[in-house]
């Protein structure tokens, strides 16, 4: 009987799952092995440790697998397709798939077909599949070239907003202002005392003593806030929306290119646009979500976003099997 193993690696966790060609017969989890996030030599024991878990909760060896799907990020990284081959040669014996995390997790929403896949969680990355199996995209730049709309981008821009209202507002009004509520929910999350100490350490890079602010970590920061009617935070997550439909609508007309003869003009496109998403961002943060599907439908009258966050690690295991 043969037996497939996919693997999602995250941003901040790596997922597994064992299955056949008709079931799932175990899951197992471990922190991230994103070499650009954690040592290799840490990377490549938790995902040894990883995979022995998942072994033992199914009863099967691993020297059993057919075949691996591995999909992560940073695969154009030499040096990161080679630990990714080598670690899992090391334990697994089969023939390795690797991909890009974008591609699994398109896999899981349109398995082979075509359509545009929304990323935002940590970062932000739009992809999309055209009719020919070509990929094309927008953003996906890093946090700081680029992942508009993603939980960093909006724990940065809420301080920003915040620290412009502070400036404009009159000096009586500025103790009740929502920008105060919100740099001190802000301060609260950081463990900080003062905005004097929120500044020194939001502009602080990172060393030895202390790591650079995690500014993703405030976007759910700001979402509470925004639920409790903080304006600021509001607009915010409203333009966190608008920026990746903004991007979506890069990749509609990058399909629509492809798909179109040279020399000749761009086609209406699709009766129906596919869109779906994944990633914290979109998943969690339904205002965020709201605010993308609302300028969709204002840009994109053809797109028809999916109800419920597509899961790459299914993505994954449709690839191992179909291989």
């Known amino acids: 009987m043969p037996i497939y193993l996919a ?8 997922r597994c799952a064992l299955a056949d060609q008709d079931r799932v017969l175990a899951r197992a989890f471990t922190g991230s092995v994103k070499l650009m996030r ?19 909760s199914a009863a099967v060896p691993l020297s059993q697998i057919t075949r691996t799907c591995f999909g992560l990020a940073g695969l154009t990284i030499p040096a990161v397709r080679a630990w990714a081959t080598r670690a899992i040669s090391e334990k697994i014996p089969g023939p390795l798939i690797l991909c890009g995390d974008e591609e699994i997790a398109l896999d899981a929403a349109f398995a082979a077909g075509p359509g545009i896949l929304v990323i935002a969680g940590t ?4 992809v999309g599949r055209t009719p020919s199996g070509d990929l094309v995209g927008a953003g996906g730049w890093g946090p700081v070239l680029g992942d508009d709309g993603a939980g960093y981008w909006i724990g940065l821009e809420a301080i920003r907003a915040a620290l412009r209202a502070q400036d404009a507002a009159p000096a009586h009004l500025a103790p009740k202002d929502p920008s105060a ?53 509001a607009a915010i997550l409203r333009s966190a929306g608008c920026e990746l439909a903004g991007q979506v609508a ?34 969690h943060i339904a205002a965020v979500r709201a605010a993308m599907v609302a300028r969709l439908g204002q840009t994109l009258p053809a797109a028809r976003v999916q109800p419920a966050p597509v899961d790459p690690l299914d993505g994954a295991l449709f690839r191992a099997r179909r291989a």
């Not at 030599?41 to 072994?55: D, F, N, Q, S, Y």
């Not at 005392?193 to 990172?206: K, Q, V």
């Not at 209406?268 to 596919?274: D, I, V, Y």
Request: proline fraction near 8%; include cysteine.
């Open 181 to 233: 509520a919100l740099l001190a929910a802000i301060q609260l999350h950081w463990n900080l005392d003062s905005l004097a100490a929120l500044i020194e350490y939001g502009n602080h890079r990172g060393d030895a003593n202390r790591p650079a602010p995690d500014f993703a970590s405030l976007a759910p920061v700001v979402a509470h806030c925004a639920e409790q009617g903080n304006p600021i935070a």
């Open 250 to 283: 890069l990749v509609a007309r990058k399909i629509a290119e492809a798909s179109t003869p040279p020399g000749s003009d761009l086609e209406p496109g699709p009766a129906t646009l596919e869109i779906a998403f994944t990633g914290s961002v979109l998943t």
């Open 123 to 126: 970062g932000s990355n739009i």
């Open 7 to 14: 693997i999602d690696a995250g941003g901040t966790s790596t």
């Open 38 to 56: 954690v040592s290799e030599p840490e990377a490549t024991a938790r995902l040894h440790a990883m995979l022995a878990e998942v072994a033992a």
